[in-house]
């Protein structure tokens, strides 16, 4: 929750347990990737990407976040 606190355009609302992203999805979600990949290593993508997989195999190429696609 506090690295997703630092990416520009991502609010959280803990308390609703809400997300909100505002401006480009795609580079926010990479941003968020990549503060995890910063603190934890590759594995951390790994696992981001298989938390996701069935979430991003639906959505069109353009869309897909680079570190997840």
Known sequence: VEQAGKVPGLTLHWEKHEVVLS???KSIVDQLVNQYKYLFGQASVEVC???VKDLVRDLPQSQRP???G
């Open 49 to 51: 990407k298989e938390a």
């Open 23 to 25: 401006g480009d999805e």
């Open 66 to 68: 680079l570190l997840l």
